[in-house]
């Protein structure tokens, strides 16, 4: 969780405590919560391919001339 | 002090009796707690709360909202403390119901300081419940609660139930009590469904509840009152500082297994009543004084004067099951 949600968060509950929280309060604590974990899923499983795509692709022509070829 | 065996027994009682004597002695014939409040406990009634909400509102339409109620304390000063109002919403809205829930869980958390160490701060709750109903959307997970006999939606379900041996000073029966977070139809059947925060989910999580005493508590108590159960559908949510994860496991309770537990309950209540009339609380001094982190009394036990540490770092409340209040002892 971003340390902004997680502030962000701590101002809400204060207010929680108070009873003070509105509806749309709560609406948006599960709304950005939720945009920020599936933000962190989409960014993460991008890293995974660019670092997958980098082994994958390799050039035939270095290979030829590391054999010396 | 004046120590009384308790009317009202539940699987927690009898559990802390079976690991060893003593700890149920100490935590609940003379009430000791601990001053400071373990964050598994707190945190883990705050996610409990905010599921609750939530499955009212969107099964029974009924939206629980924190207020704060000006209230004088025990010494006259003014103070507050945290109520719910309930008011009518629509049925059937997940957006809405998660919303609620999510509001409970953090006004139930409150002002508790997290410590540092540990993962289950207010906001990684909130994340923690935004994940479960990510995992099992409201309304689209295949469980739903069923209808009560008063009518009432499966939601927090308590019952209290009597075993056929007496109070030793009363004379009353001894009763069996539990809440189950819900009995649900699922699967052709219907089941207990029971929510569990926890650390971390190994391999063998799912394997631990097919004896679990709570559970088959559960199905005996909710059998007396003519809901018999299938067995329990248990949902596991792990807590890490960097991200959740969850398990669900199946487990049955044939009628046979029932029976077993409650021939063997009695057999441990009379072994409680026992110890009472003796007035020897049998001190274990083995694995349970470091499974699951360490006993809530492994310090007054390792110390001759134990005492000492009861008065300094323990209060007496008493915790009702009933009411599921604590009521401190001055």
Known sequence: MSPDIASQISTWRAKAAEGE??????????ELIRGDRKT???????????VRAKKEIKSADDMLSELGL | MMIQFPEVLDSTLIGAYKSCPRKFFLGHVEHWKPKSQSVHLHAGGAFAKGLEVA?????????ETPVRETILTPEGAPGFRLTWKHQSCPLGDAALSEALGMGALLAAYGDFQCPEDSAKSASRMAGALEYYFDSYPLGADGMEPI????????????????????????GNPLLYCGRLDMAASYAGGVYGEDDKTTSSLGASWSKQWDLRSQFTGYCWGLGKIGIPLQGFVVRGVSI???KYDTQMAITYRPQW??????EMTIATVKDMLRDYAAGYWKPVFDQACTDYGGCTFR????SPQPDDWLNTYFERRVWSPLTREETLVP
Not at chain 1, 21 to 30: N, P
Not at chain 1, 40 to 50: F, G, H, L
Not at chain 2, 56 to 63: D, R
Request: proline content about 6%; glycine content about 4%; some cysteine.
């Open chain 1, 21 to 30: 929280l509105s509806v749309e309060d709560m609406r948006k604590v599960v």
């Open chain 2, 147 to 170: 209808v009560l006999p008063s009518g009432k939606r499966g939601v927090e379900i308590s019952f209290a139930e009597p075993l056929e041996l007496l109070h030793p000073e009363t």
């Open chain 1, 40 to 50: 962190a899923a989409t960014s993460i499983s991008e890293k995974a391919k660019k």
């Open chain 2, 55 to 63: 499955r009212n509102a969107f099964f029974s339409g009924v939206a």
């Open chain 2, 299 to 302: 310090q007054p036990c390792m």
């Open chain 2, 240 to 242: 890490l500082k960097t």
């Open chain 2, 257 to 262: 297994m029932i029976d077993q537990w409650y």
